[in-house]
Nanobody, 131 residues
Framework: RVELAESGGGSVQSGGSLRLSCAAS????????MGWLRQAPGQEREGVAGIDSAGRTSYADSVKGRFTVSRDNAKNMLYLQMNALKPEDTAMYYCAAGANLASSTMIESLWAGLQHALDAWGQGTQVTVSS
């Protein structure tokens, strides 16, 4: 059974940094495309960053240059380093995994379709950025 567990969320001031972590179990993480999604209150879940099994990455335009996604296949871990955080980054952040997906799929697909292509996503970790 594929399971994902996020950690590292919290409250920071605008301009601050946070590092999210995602622990994967029940599957060989290295063969999957992994990614981070987020959902703010009243908004659709959206892709933030994706990384495929070869390490190719994709980012939403709103976070390019500020967020960095990385993975440690030996530890079955996924990370999201978030710098220069803005109040509009406030959301619940979810880790997600999907086999046979391009990293860009995590970013370009609407949640209504993406959720059917994913193998799993976690319970989320809250990130709150105050101005």
């Amino acid at each position: 059974r594929v399971e994902l567990a996020e950690s590292g969320g919290g409250s920071v001031q605008s301009g601050g940094s946070l590092r999210l972590s995602c622990a994967a179990s029940g599957f060989t993480e290295s063969s999957y495309t992994m990614g981070w999604l987020r959902q703010a209150p009243g908004q659709e879940r959206e892709g933030v960053a994706g990384i495929d099994s070869a390490g190719r990455t994709s980012y939403a335009d709103s976070v390019k240059g500020r967020f960095t996604v990385s993975r440690d296949n030996a530890k079955n871990m996924l990370y999201l380093q978030m710098n220069a955080l803005k109040p509009e980054d406030t959301a619940m952040y979810y880790c997600a995994a999907g086999a046979n997906l391009a990293s860009s799929t995590m970013i370009e697909s609407l949640w209504a379709g993406l959720q059917h292509a994913l193998d799993a996503w976690g319970q989320g970790t809250q990130v709150t950025v105050s101005s």
